[in-house]
């Protein structure tokens, strides 16, 4: 088969799902696609509506894929060559187990971010209240709040989101997931919230932290991630000089701050918090053994 476009030399009728998921991983992995045969697996089962595993299990037993179906599917393989987020072409993005939608206007909530926001689902599970108040800062999608919300479903959670855009992606996605618990606000951090001065149990934030200079490696990243979600100041520690001083108004004594962060960032933000008066603050590794989050004490 040639690499060219879906149905080269299938003819008109139907095509092994196999040969077509190789056609479509090898043109994506001359695109520079690292996980080529994962993103063709996923465009072709959100063509026929097939989980991945049982698209593997289709191809395992010589299922086809027909005509109209590889014409439907074209499209979307040359978006993804052209290195268009797989998110945004499918149209939603898997967030612990939640699948939340995402396009162009929010940043697409990455694997990392999961491993963060267990943190405060913790540290929330452990506390005596009957409802502990929760607050996500820059919420984007809402990836970070609607899990607190889920998971830990006798807490209070509050989400902020100051752009338009990723507000309301974030608005879509509390009325899918429908947690009665949660609460979406739209504003700026410096100024919402006052009413919860002092009473907030766990305040978690995945601010802007690239620095001004620096060029995101990733095309998807940056060609696509709007970039009032990715880049932080000269530094990219502006948001989160902000928001240490905003928790110290609104974090309860005893509360916790849960910051993510860059993986050189972790020794300039425990400064910043130690500075403006938080207690112990201590920075994690991701699951790749990169300085990932920054917690602290109020």
């Known amino acids: 088969m040639t690499h060219e476009s879906i149905d080269a030399d299938s003819g008109a009728g139907a095509a092994p799902l196999g040969a077509v998921r190789d056609g479509v991983e090898a043109r994506l992995a001359a695109a520079g696609i690292a996980d080529a045969r994962i993103d063709a697996e996923l465009l072709i089962g959100h063509v026929l509506g097939l989980g991945r595993g049982e698209l593997q299990t289709a191809i395992i037993l010589d299922r086809e894929i027909g005509a109209d179906d590889r014409v439907t599917l074209e499209p979307l393989v040359a978006r993804r060559v052209l290195r268009e987020p797989l998110q945004h072409i499918l149209g939603t993005a898997p967030f612990r187990a939640m699948e939340l939608f995402v396009g162009p206007g929010v940043f697409v909530p990455r694997p990392e971010t999961e491993q963060v926001v267990q943190y405060a ?54 009325e899918k997931i429908g947690a009665s618990n949660a609460t979406l606000v739209h504003g700026d951090m410096a100024e919402a ?20 200079r620096a060029i995101p490696r990733d095309i998807e990243v940056r060609e696509y991630d709007p970039p009032t979600a990715l880049f932080g100041g000269e530094d990219g520690l502006d948001l989160v000089r902000v928001i240490s001083r905003r928790g110290l108004d609104l974090v309860r004594s005893g509360g916790t701050l849960i910051l993510e962060h860059g ?36």
């Open 121 to 174: 689902i913790d540290a929330l599970r452990v506390l005596p209240d009957e409802a502990p108040i929760a607050i996500d800062l820059g919420t984007g999608s809402g990836a970070i709040a609607l899990a607190m919300a889920t998971e830990v479903p006798n807490a209070r959670v509050f989400a902020l989101e100051k752009m338009d855009a990723a507000h309301a992606w974030a608005a879509r996605n509390f």
């Open 193 to 212: 919230f006052t009413e919860l001065h002092g009473t907030v149990a766990v305040l978690i934030s995945n601010p802007p932290y690239i620095p001004a």
């Open 263 to 298: 993986e050189l960032q972790g020794e300039a933000i425990r400064a910043i918090l130690a500075s403006d008066g938080w207690r112990t603050p201590a920075t994690f590794p991701d699951f790749t053994l990169r300085d990932r989050v920054t917690t602290a004490v109020r």
